[in-house]
């Protein structure tokens, strides 16, 4: 079974600065995406940005940016120019290419200072 | 607009009770998930479903069953036989293929009374 892990229970920046959460994964599958997820305080779930296993570019949505390590079984956000609505909790998520539902980690609470 | 509705916002049962959660969708997709959220925990999956009259078990399916008799529904009741069934539930959906992304519904919180 695929399991992700985020190791970071609770990340803080202030606002202006970069902060990047981390992601790993383990998986025995060469194909496969990758997906993080937001969930602010309404706890609707929203998609920030995702990323397909077979691409070496990594995926970038705006102020949002991932690095993807496939070796390592890698995937960390790094959000740059951080502003108070991007606190939230984030939840890194692996999805097999030939599956349907989504594994996902135990997520990183994200603290935005002023 | 295109999106998925998740009825009632707040559930309450009471102990030896069945519960249907609602969930519709009207972005025309194949598959729908169920899962469940709770504090400190990443979403674990229920059940989900990849066409009409069909559906899987998830991680954590005991105490719960579900039904897709139409494509834009797929409710989910939680039975008496969950005896820890206070958290909260999302539903989603998505095209068919690995890179379709999930779309997610606001949420139930079920609590007991």
């Known amino acids: 079974a695929q399991t992700v892990t985020q190791s970071q229970p609770e990340m803080s920046v202030q606002e202006a600065e970069t902060v990047t959460l981390s992601c790993t994964y383990d998986?025995?599958?060469?194909?496969?995406?990758l997906f993080w997820y937001k969930q602010p305080p309404s706890r609707q779930m929203i998609l920030v940005i995702r990323q397909e296993a077979y691409k070496q570019q990594n995926a970038t949505e705006n102020r949002f940016s991932v690095n993807f390590q496939k070796a390592a079984k890698s995937f960390s956000l790094k959000i740059s120019d951080s502003q108070l609505g991007d606190a939230a909790m984030y939840f890194c998520?692996?999805?097999?290419?030939?599956?349907?539902?989504?594994?996902f980690g135990k997520g990183t609470s994200l603290l935005v200072t002023p | 607009d295109g999106g998925i509705t998740q009825s009632p916002k707040y559930l309450f049962r009471k102990e030896g009770q069945n519960v249907t959660l609602s969930c519709e969708q009207n972005l025309n997709h194949d598959a729908m998930y169920w899962y469940r959220q709770d504090p400190g925990q990443g979403l674990r999956l229920i059940y989900y479903?990849?066409?009409?009259?069909?559906?899987q078990k998830g991680d954590i399916a005991e105490g719960y069953s579900v039904s897709r008799e139409k494509k834009e529904s797929f409710p989910l009741t939680v039975t008496s036989a969950q005896k820890n069934p206070t958290a909260f539930y999302l539903c989603a959906s998505s095209g068919q293929g690995g890179d379709q992304p999930q779309h997610f519904g606001d949420g139930t919180r079920l609590s007991i009374l």
């Open positions: 479903s990849q066409i009409v009259n069909d559906f």
């Open positions: 998986t025995s599958e060469s194909d496969y995406y």
């Open positions: 998520a692996y999805r097999p290419d030939f599956g349907y539902a989504l594994n």
